[in-house]
């Protein structure tokens, strides 16, 4: 496709609920990346995959955090039994390559109540 | 000390100002560096790289300062569509990036 695309843009979900979140990146992008971004900071890292090899999740902030790609497009960030911390904004970037910056999709919105 | 430190701001300047934004980081490895724009409640949107012997692009020069680990971007004549927020990024050589909390400018009439 043109851009990173996000799936849900909204998600409100009651606490102890499991949630999915998609990414379909740029067609043909080797890197992709998860990020978290809280009201008010800047984007935290996640986890990064280049194609289906998941090659750093350090940032996932907990194991209710799973990250997946297998087949080297598409991806879902799945977490399990959410928390009321866990909301914010979860966008997905990619690249062709990783020294000239990443594309954005427009993030998804989760909410837990 | 966070891995990446910006001035959160705001900084409120007429239009037709110059303004400049600093940032350090703390990890000297460091190799790759950027400035992102992020709108209110927006996806960042890459800027520009930072290059060693600093760049240029219209009215936005960055520059990276290795030595005193910093980099900057300075922003010419000021248009009221500048308003934003404006991240510092800095890649560790790993695939890892770290985002700085971003700068907010206003550009007012």
């Known amino acids: 496709g043109a851009g990173v695309s996000q799936s849900p843009r909204y998600k409100v979900a009651k606490r102890g609920q499991d949630v999915a979140l998609r990414c379909d990146p740029i067609s043909g992008h080797v890197s992709l990346f998860w990020y978290q971004q809280a009201l008010g900071q800047g984007p935290e890292f996640l986890t990064y995959?280049?194609?289906?090899?998941?090659?750093?999740k350090s940032g996932l902030p907990s194991d209710r955090f799973f990250a997946e790609r297998p087949e080297g497009s598409v991806s879902t960030l799945k977490i399990q039994r959410t928390q009321q911390e866990d909301s914010a904004v979860y966008l997905c970037a990619s690249s062709s390559t990783l020294t000239y910056g990443y594309t954005f999709g427009s993030g998804t919105r989760l909410t837990v109540v | 000390r966070k891995e990446v430190e910006q001035d959160p701001g705001p900084f409120n300047v007429p239009e037709g100002a110059t303004v400049a934004f600093n940032c350090t980081y703390s990890n000297s490895a460091s190799q790759s560096f950027f400035w992102y724009r992020q709108d209110c409640r927006k996806e960042p949107k890459l800027l520009m790289s930072v290059y060693s012997s600093g760049n240029e692009d219209g009215r936005f020069t960055a520059q990276l300062n290795r030595a005193s680990q910093y980099i900057s971007l300075l922003i010419r004549d000021s248009k009221l569509s500048d308003s934003a927020t404006y991240l510092c990024v800095v890649g560790t050589g790993g695939f890892k990036t770290i985002f700085g909390a971003g700068t907010r400018l206003f550009v007012k009439a």
């Open positions: 995959f280049q194609n289906e090899a998941q090659l750093d």
